[in-house]
């Protein structure tokens, strides 16, 4: 019943067959997507995301260049192959503080017909901590899981845009974070894409990391655009999730970060409160009894009313 409410939120289906969320956000949007989506009936389910996250976290410690990660590849592109799209792996290698270490990023795309481009990323590799088991349920196997059925949604959507959905790895730092030591997938993609173009066309990047905790608040990064921002505060107030998007924080520096120094318009939808003093960030208590369905169900259905809407925009 709960999920139900949330779709007639987000796409009035009770009584507007072709309505949207501009009924709900009041936003100007595509007819297209509305007519997908009220048709389809196609949202996020956050159940779905977090049985996906659990698959993950049974993996177990999932560092860069594990057989661990290696495994967990494998399975995030054989839930990936069956929505279309243009599917590809990105390898490279990280040069480390203990050497080169192969890694790769998977990228979905979805080709739309602006020559424009929207991105939704996450990390699915976990920290490498010593003598601690590290499930890394919140980090990184929330995102993990919120992207796959990201995946799922967007692949059933009408849009314009060209839509990425990207799984980094090499986001966690192998010794102490510096900027050469940490988000080695993005900073790669980064390079990439400058050099092919792809960079020049991205309207907008989100990404999510640590979004699973039962007790959510997500932070406003200064690193992140803040139109951006302001867009993420309007969707989820408008859906009636206000209270879990602070209006305040600080700097954040995690995959967007290159993104934004290479001039992209980027937002980090990130909850850096997890556990009492953020006591249960990078330890053996990051556990999946942690996380809740209902907390990426409420980062799901902001992110895609955000997709909507900037859709929606000329």
Same mark, same amino acid.
């Given at each position: 019943?709960?999920?139900?409410?949330?779709?007639?939120?987000?796409?009035?289906?009770?009584?507007?067959?072709?309505?949207?969320?501009?009924?709900?956000?009041?936003?100007?949007?595509?007819?297209?997507?509305?007519?997908?989506?009220?048709?389809?009936?196609?949202?996020?389910?956050?159940?779905?995301?977090?049985?996906?996250?659990?698959?993950?976290?049974?993996?177990?410690?999932?560092?860069?260049?594990?057989?661990?990660?290696?495994?967990?590849?494998?399975?995030?592109?054989?839930?990936?192959?069956?929505?279309?799209?243009?599917?590809?792996?990105?390898?490279?290698?990280?040069?480390?503080?203990?050497?080169?270490?192969?890694?790769?990023?998977?990228?979905?795309?979805?080709?739309?017909?602006?020559?424009?481009?929207?991105?939704?990323?996450?990390?699915?590799?976990?920290?490498?901590?010593?003598?601690?088991?590290?499930?890394?349920?919140?980090?990184?196997?929330?995102?993990?899981? $919120? =992207?796959?059925?990201?995946?799922?949604?967007?692949?059933?959507? @009408?849009?314009?845009? /060209?839509?990425? *959905?990207?799984?980094? +790895?090499?986001?966690?730092?192998?010794?102490?974070?510096?900027?050469?030591?940490?988000?080695?997938?993005?900073?790669?993609?980064?390079?990439?894409?400058?050099?092919?173009?792809?960079?020049?066309?991205?309207?907008?990047?989100?990404?999510?990391?640590?979004?699973?905790?039962?007790?959510?608040?997500?932070?406003?990064?200064?690193?992140?655009?803040?139109?951006?921002?302001?867009?993420?505060?309007?969707?989820?107030?408008?859906?009636?999730?206000?209270?879990? $998007? =602070?209006?305040?924080?600080?700097?954040?520096?995690?995959?967007? @970060?290159?993104?934004? /120094?290479?001039? *992209?318009?980027?937002? +980090?939808?990130?909850?850096?409160?997890?556990?009492?003093?953020?006591?249960?960030?990078?330890?053996?208590?990051?556990?999946?009894?942690?996380?809740?369905?209902?907390?990426?169900?409420?980062?799901?259905?902001?992110?895609?009313?955000?997709?909507?809407?900037?859709?929606?925009?000329?």
């Amino acid at each position: 019943m709960q999920l139900f409410n949330r779709v007639k939120r987000l796409f009035s289906l009770e009584h507007h067959r072709v309505s949207t969320v501009s009924l709900v956000l009041g936003f100007a949007l595509s007819g297209a997507l509305a007519n997908a989506a009220s048709v389809t009936g196609n949202i996020f389910d956050g159940s779905a995301a977090l049985a996906y996250t659990r698959k993950a976290v049974a993996f177990g410690e999932r560092p860069s260049g594990s057989e661990a990660i290696g495994k967990m590849r494998g399975w995030i592109l054989s839930e990936l192959k069956p929505l279309g799209g243009q599917l590809s792996e990105d390898h490279f290698t990280g040069q480390t503080p203990v050497g080169p270490v192969t890694m790769a990023n998977i990228i979905l795309k979805f080709p739309g017909t602006s020559g424009k481009a929207l991105v939704v990323s996450g990390h699915y590799d976990t920290k490498k901590i010593p003598m601690v088991k590290f499930s890394g349920a919140n980090d990184a196997g929330s995102s993990t899981g $919120f =992207l796959i059925e990201f995946a799922r949604v967007v692949s059933k959507m @009408k849009h314009r845009d /060209d839509i990425y *959905v990207v799984f980094f +790895d090499g986001e966690e730092a192998v010794g102490n974070w510096s900027d050469t030591d940490s988000r080695y997938g993005s900073r790669h993609l980064v390079e990439k894409w400058s050099a092919d173009g792809t960079l020049g066309r991205i309207r907008a990047l989100i990404n999510v990391d640590m979004i699973g905790d039962k007790d959510l608040d997500i932070i406003a990064d200064a690193n992140s655009s803040q139109w951006l921002n302001q867009t993420m505060w309007r969707v989820a107030d408008s859906l009636g999730d206000g209270k879990y $998007f =602070l209006r305040r924080g600080g700097g954040i520096d995690d995959d967007h @970060k290159p993104f934004a /120094d290479a001039g *992209v318009n980027v937002l +980090d939808i990130i909850d850096l409160d997890y556990g009492p003093n953020n006591s249960y960030w990078h330890t053996g208590q990051d556990t999946m009894d942690k996380l809740s369905a209902h907390s990426l169900q409420v980062v799901g259905d902001v992110v895609l009313g955000m997709l909507i809407d900037l859709e929606s925009q000329a």
